[in-house]
């Protein structure tokens, strides 16, 4: 279902989650002049502080989640791991954007993966394994080293295990934690590359280059944008994500994590179906963020320039990194970004610095 016309200043965007990509969508909406409302599982959530409105329940109430689509225009995602059923129940009140068939093909590493490889997409060579029998078998046929995944529920490294000759295949299995697993080959990538592409309802199509991503213990630590590779490699990364947004017929926007061979070739990790975390340097240092592209598509309106103005680097503040957030204040060029999440964790995205580079 496709909202009839666009939304004028004043209509309600429902966000699904209530994380700081949603409290970032929020504040982009709120500029352009639109009302939003996070449904979240929890209360005082980093985008319920920036909303109107909120409504706290679980994604399995579907009486909740009803009449929250009943009161919102639009409705769009900010985390993969939404139930699909839940996602379903909304869109038979409101149009909910991108095509909650996207979301069910990002949920799932493997239907990712064979998505990919049904449009011609290369990823790293892949199998499903569903006990740890199935694993060792693959684990000798793919060799060492290799990467286990929980082909759902997984990311920021969640629910995966490197193995190498030495790793017993009950013990990866039961660390995966997952039903199903996917064995990967490992990749030895001279760097990680993202790109993010936007399409909005008139089926125009916005770009920003790709930038570099730097991971710890497989959660982002730090974005370079734009990424130091040559240009036939971006001009690549660039045409495989719009292939890969056009064949999914996307409105809104949408990541696409590669990794950049030895050789240069490219092999894509992951599609997200929403603004990303390689993407917050765009509030800083382009004309139009990846958040305001998101609330434009979702109201029918054109997009914005991906121009940009300055050079960046992201940091991510990830657990007690949070506690130097007076650092930033020290460099005029860094912009700090708060997501207002009371309890430090390890691992857990408490905010970014954007360092700026001006173009001259
Ligand atoms: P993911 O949860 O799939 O995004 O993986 C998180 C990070 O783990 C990636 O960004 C990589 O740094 C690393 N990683 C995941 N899969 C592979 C692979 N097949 N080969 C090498 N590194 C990987």
Redesign the pocket.
Known sequence: MMPAAPLAPGATIGILGGGQLGRMTALAAARLGFRCHVFAAEADSPAEQVCGAATVAEFSDREALECFASAVDVVTFEFENIPAEAVRWVSAVRPVLPRPEILEIAQD?LREKDFLRSIDVDT?A?RQVADPAALLRAMRDFGY???L?SARM???????V?LTAETRAEEAWQRMGGEIGIL??????AC?ISVIVARGRNGVWATYPPVE?H?VG???DTTIAPAHIVSETAMHADAIARHIAEKLDLVGVLAV?M?VAQGGDL?V??IAPRPHNSGHWTIDACITSQFEQLVRALCGLPLGSVEHHSDAVMKNLIGSEIENWRDAFSDPLAKLHLYGKNEIQPGRKMGHITRLMPHR
Do not use: M, W
């Open positions: 590493r790293a892949y080293p290799a990467v995944k997984g990311y920021d490294g969640k629910g995966q490197t990967e080959s490992f990749v030895d990538f990680e991503n991971h497989h959660i982002l994590e990794f092999l990790n992951e």
